[in-house]
């Protein structure tokens, strides 16, 4: 399914919305080389209709490699084209949305998770995908939605979908999303997780590919997960709010590669660097604020934290080079915080996964309204 040159998405960083931008994914590279990132998640649409300024929506860095495209929408033309536009910017993936639960995409949209209720279209949406890129096609999704919430249901979507189009690989959010007016956090946290689902998902789908999603803040939790047979892991806001003490573990830890021996003071000057030049010469210039945001999690849990944050808020609403905000910032966080090199990740054996496998629903059978629709 993937690229021989990259490593296989054992772990990756999710779409998140004004999240998973340049610049954090930038910051991402300086901390592994290994993990699989996702951009946020663009409207085919804007491509289409913007496809006069897609360097701003769609170009990235060569160094960002591994890296999969989320798309949203509900119309097959603007699909098409947009995959089309996407091409000559060289995804390794072009991912489909149909998990968000956004008022604006589940709702007013008619796209993200609204699409599980038509896996058919889904199927026609991966195969136009598909059939206009010479890249894997992905697609993410929930459990189920609303009260369309059993195993059966979502079978029935994954075998719609992967027997009816050349989908082979399902990053799968492990809540069902509700469309009764919670928010998109409530999303993330008041739809109980069913890990359970997932592995039976594995068991009943040999030939696909899936990758676990939702509740999964940790390194142990990733191996642990893995341990029990997930195919990959993909972390959200854990990856984003605490970069430092997940990203940075992830090539040793996950994929086997030799320690970095990285400091934070060395990431810290990489993306000084990084920053510097962005708000130097791209044209138009953009908010420094924007630049700098992916950072402010980066010494989470550290000492000197909290004292660090007060003043990163100070510095936040006047500064104008990433070298002034470090200046006047990192005198909070002590010299072993920043020199000391990356340790091994501090394992703590969790059972969350083995105790879901004691609960798989029983083996999935193809309906004949399913298998002839």
Known sequence: MVAARYPPPWFSVAPMMECTNNYYRTLARFLSKHAWLYTEMIAAETIVFQKGDLDKFLGFGPEQHPIALQIGGNDLDNLAKATQLANSYGYDEINLNCGCPSSRVAGKGCFGVRLMLDPKFVANAM?????????????????????????????????KVSSQSPTKHFIIHSRKALLNGITPKENRSIPPLKYEYYYALVRDFPDLQFTLNGGINTISEVIAARKEGAHGVMLGRAAYNNPWNVLAHVDSAIYGAPSSNITRRQVVEKYQIYGDSVLRYYDPKPNPREVLKPF?????????????????????????????????????IPDYVLDTPLTETPLCYSDTFANSKSRLPPPYSIREEVLYA
Not at 127 to 155: F, M, Q, W
Not at 296 to 301: D, N, V
């Open 127 to 159: 195969s136009v995908i598909a059939a206009n890129t010479n890249v894997p096609v992905s697609v993410k999704c929930r459990i189920g939605v609303d009260d369309h919430d059993s195993y059966n249901e979502l079978c029935d979507f994954i075998y």
């Open 296 to 332: 402010l999690g980066f010494f989470h849990s550290a000492p000197g934290n909290a004292i660090w944050k007060r003043k990163a808020d100070a510095a936040f609403l006047k500064f104008t080079t990433m070298k002034s905000f470090f200046d006047e910032t990192l005198v909070a």
